[in-house]
């Protein structure tokens, strides 16, 4: 009796139900789980467990008891009870035969454990996933879901489109097939780290034809029956990109002329000076000044002087290099930051440029505008890297500039204190 007691003892204390059946089905123990579960009906001891759970007049077709039913235990199934309950509580049922010494099935073991939440929940996240999937057939958006391991298990028309492939197409990619701005390993690793917290990034995808877009992504993960899907909703970006540069580079520009304007060069010269100071490259600063500019928008008017002042920003960017800066300084003065260069070879372009100038008529409105520009140039290896400032080096260039002008203008002066005219 001791030894019954124990074992009933250390049954109740399981917080499953535990069910010991014979070979005829009849029930020969229950742990009070399963009293809870059957209150109405009990006692149960004795009864066929196919009537006491099952509300049957035989055994279940599928009972592992039957002969024809045998097969490799454990087997499961998931059941509700009572039937009629709403909503009714479910159970996941995992059944253990029980074999004499011989070897011969005399009974079973059943182990009952309650799912009601989790069965709860994954008809909630099917539910959500209907209602994604009228979502993703109706965004605007392109929305891909993919699997674990990076393929494709659901996309909408408009993300085909985006990628320029047809949806049976995109339906055979794996993510690493278009994305441009990260390996195959982090892909992956991002698809494992994403919850359902979700995150929202940006990155670059690749059409079929090769070209590449920038895209805004928002995303969350899933984990459906076991399987996890990652859910991106992938918006094109490009275009906002580009108004954004758009934005930026209007905000650096001068609006009459198009190149930079005073603070962003400023800005630039300023970082150059900071790098020279620590060792960085030696480099040069320009001034021109159009020579009696004033003489120009009083005899043809201001437009023509506008149309003066385009045409010889274009003229002079033409000659500088790519990654010189030029700028507006003021009124009809400019600035011109060589990096990398010293003051001789920035002469070499100023020579250049004044020499066109000279052979050169600004047509305007049936006028023919002439000009010529004076110019000051300073090295910033003239200045000591310890005090070094931009402003030193602007001052040295404006000083010089004035000395082009007083000794004649359509000329330049230069670090060697010479005025030259080419």
Not at 71 to 96: C, D, G, N, Q
Not at 139 to 145: K, L
Not at 218 to 224: I, Q
Not at 413 to 419: C, K, M, N, S
Request: glycine content about 6%; aromatic content about 8%.
């Amino acid at each position: 009796m001791e030894r019954e007691h124990l074992l009933d003892c250390l049954l109740d204390t399981i917080q499953d139900g535990i069910v010991f059946l014979d070979a005829d089905h009849n029930i020969l123990l229950i742990n009070k789980f399963m009293e809870r579960i059957v209150a109405h009906k009990l006692p149960v001891v004795g009864k066929k467990c196919y009537s006491v759970f099952h509300r049957r007049q035989d055994p279940c077709p599928e009972c592992p008891l039957l002969k024809d039913q045998q097969a490799e235990m454990p087997r499961s199934r998931i059941f509700s009870h009572p039937p009629e309950k709403t909503p009714p509580s479910w159970y996941e049922l995992r059944v253990y035969e029980l074999r004499n010494d011989h070897g011969v099935v005399t009974g079973v073991l059943e182990h009952v454990r309650e799912i009601s939440e989790q069965r709860r929940a994954d008809e909630r996240l099917k539910d959500e996933i209907t209602r994604r999937r009228m979502l993703v057939k109706q965004s605007r958006d392109g929305i891909v879901v993919m699997n674990a391991d990076g393929s494709v298990y659901e996309a909408n028309d408009q993300y085909a489109r985006m990628l320029g492939y047809s949806l049976e197409e995109v339906q055979k990619l794996h993510i690493w097939d278009w994305d441009t701005e990260f390996e195959k390993h982090e892909l992956l690793a991002m698809i494992d780290a994403i919850d359902d917290a979700g995150d929202h990034f940006e990155t670059r995808h690749r059409r079929k034809d090769g070209t590449e877009f920038e895209v805004e992504i928002s995303s969350n993960g899933a984990v459906l029956d076991g399987k996890k899907y990652v859910f991106c909703v992938c918006r094109d970006v490009s275009e906002k990109k580009a108004m954004e540069k758009q934005i930026r580079e209007l905000a650096t520009r001068d609006p009459l002329t198009e190149v930079y304007n005073r603070r962003y060069v400023f800005e630039r010269l300023t970082e150059n000076a900071a790098e020279y100071s620590r060792g960085g490259a030696a480099f040069s600063v320009a001034i021109l000044d159009l020579d009696h500019f004033k003489a120009v928008n009083d005899d043809y008017g201001h437009l023509a002087g506008d149309h003066a002042l385009r045409e010889f920003t274009r003229m002079m960017g033409s000659l500088v290099r790519e990654y010189d800066l030029l700028g507006r300084y003021g009124g009809e003065e400019f600035i011109l930051v060589s990096r990398n260069a010293t003051a001789a070879e920035t002469a070499a372009v100023i020579e250049r440029l004044l020499d066109a100038l000279r052979h050169r008529r600004f047509g305007f409105e049936g006028h023919e505008i002439r000009l010529t520009c004076s110019c000051g140039l300073a090295d910033s290896s003239e200045i000591p890297r310890e005090g070094f400032s931009s402003e030193a080096l602007v001052n040295l260039a404006d000083r010089r500039l004035y000395e082009a002008k007083d000794t004649g203008r359509d000329r330049y002066v230069g670090p060697v204190r010479e005025t030259v005219r080419s």
